[in-house]
């Protein structure tokens, strides 16, 4: 695929937008896929980020004008892109529109359904919105939400325009690719050091604030502050940790999971990094430094994931640090909740999405034993399966090899760019009729993977009718036939006559579900 990105940073934008959109094209380039990025000029140069991620493929559009324009009341932060929504949508298609993407990612708050439908209009491609606020009118055919919510779908209900695939929820949190095998925090009774990271940019100079709280605190071990060249604070921030015993001033890392890992407790803002912090289960002191935190990080207190300062004043900061710099059993709890929330292959498990209708089918054989016993062994596999009790390894080693050598079945594995991502199966009767079923890897359930496995293994096995069972209660399933251009015959039953067939699917348009 091609895949373009369409994304900026400035100092009210911060660099965690780019950030994350380097984190899901670096995932797209692992599987094979092209990436571009287009970017404006808004005074802060994130080139080298992009370079890492998309080689020579950076187009820069111009700075904008110092003319005034009016930004569209209806978005909240219009005003950071400091050019109209339809003069951008017009510059970002004539940029690409040579390249011509597959899909169009798109990681602003600035811009809503206009801008989106204008793309859509001058590329032709498909749109996939990064976003995690909901406060706008989207017109995209995938959203990625990797906040915490108790209902994704609930909170961007009324922002959505027809049909959108969500993949939404930590486990899609969009890291870099080291944080999938990073080594995690080392849990420690007491806290040897401290680590310090409000954002890329930094605009408020919360770092200078968080070191007051730390010497209010008490604490005189070391502080290690991490910043970049962004930052507007620099020469400050090298005054304060040169004068600070025990203080050192970090700049520019390529990454932050050794930093999250060597320290005892990190503080820090309710921005991108969050999730970073989650996957390596730094035990942190959250607080909120910018109005679009505020959705996410209460959530996560309540949750217990992390420890929240209801204010940014260096006093209220001490107060909490103090308590948690004598409360272990506080600090191993918010290491222990945090790492249940992000594993660091949510990148990957959004590229894949993406990539949905390129999924195709290939034989199975003896050496996918061990796969496929490991997929329908899983609990979530199980309970959704007419036989639902555990798999014995002898008896499913007979069992696939039976199957390999019976005329009248056709077993596939779905494949992504090389990846096995699914199990497809065709048992055939007379008359070329034959009964379905499939399952995909559990750890890849939500990506819209079952609608292009079944399209893919309908093709390859090309029966004339197919019939399909499934167990009461089992909507997913239910949803995924209807979708796909089945009919109900019965309570549990379905049936597709492909001869007669209307053209495969609705959802998703693009490989993906509603």
Sequence with gaps: ???????????????????????????????????????????????????????????????????????????AHAAWAEISSDEDAGETSKALKPWRPDWLVVDSYAFGAQWHRAVKSGLGCPIAAIDDLGDRAMACEALIDHTYHVDHRAKHKDALEGETCLLCGPRFGLLGHAYATAPRYAFSEKVRSI???????????HSATALEAITLSGFDGPVEIVATSANPHLTALRNIAAAR?????????PDLAAFFARHDLQIGSGGGATWERCCIGAPTLLYVIAPNQNAVTPLLAQSGVFALAPDPSAPTIAQELSKLLIAPDKRRALMRASRTLVDGRGAARVALALAAQKLTVRPAQ??????????????AVRAVSGTQGPLNWDAHRAWLQQALDDPARALFVGQISNRDVGVIRFDFGEGRRAEVSLYV??????????????????????????EARVI?????????????GYRQTGPTRWEKRRDSAKSDATPAAYGLPA
């Design 366 to 379: 003896m050496s996918d034993a061990r796969l496929m016993f490991d997929w329908r062994n899983h609990a």
């Design 195 to 205: 680590g310090v990271f409000m954002g890329g940019v930094d605009p408020g100079n």
């Design 245 to 253: 015993p025990h203080t050192r001033l970090s700049i520019d890392l």
């Design 1 to 75: 695929m091609r895949v373009a990105f369409r994304v900026d940073a400035s100092s009210a934008i911060g660099t965690g937008h780019v950030r994350r959109s380097v984190a899901l094209a670096a995932a797209l380039r692992a599987q094979g896929d092209e990436v571009a990025f287009v970017t404006r000029d808004l005074g802060l140069d994130c080139s080298a980020l992009l370079r890492e991620a998309a080689s020579d493929r950076i187009i820069v559009l111009p700075r904008p004008s110092r003319r005034s324009f009016r930004p569209d009341p209806a978005i």
């Design 472 to 484: 009461e209660g089992n909507t997913a399933s239910s949803r995924l036939f209807a979708k796909s």
């Design 441 to 466: 890897d559990p750890d890849l359930h939500g990506l819209g993977l079952g609608p292009a496995l079944l399209r893919a293994g309908e093709k390859a096995a090309d029966p004339a009718i197919i």
